[in-house]
């Protein structure tokens, strides 16, 4: 799995969600129960990782989303 978003904001993460769920493309949110150990302020990020086949299409949706500011580096 690659990593390709990491952020605390809570509507970024469910807008590339239902983007990703949209275009059937597998994806995991990891680090979401950090939020037990921070008391839920959102100071952890949150991670969205996807196959490496999916890599690329996932990244496309994403900046036709116009959210491409998200995106973690390709050297990641």
Do not use: C, W, Y
Request: net charge negative.
């Amino acid at each position: 799995m690659r990593e390709l978003v990491r952020t605390n904001n809570a509507v970024v993460i469910s807008a590339i969600e239902a983007l990703l769920k949209g275009a059937h493309i597998p994806h995991l949110i990891v680090d979401q129960n950090i939020s037990v150990l921070e008391g839920s302020i959102g100071i952890f990020p949150r991670r969205i990782l996807v196959e490496e086949d999916d890599l690329q299409a996932a990244r496309r949706l994403l900046v036709d989303a116009g959210l491409g500011g998200e995106l973690r580096s390709d050297t990641a």
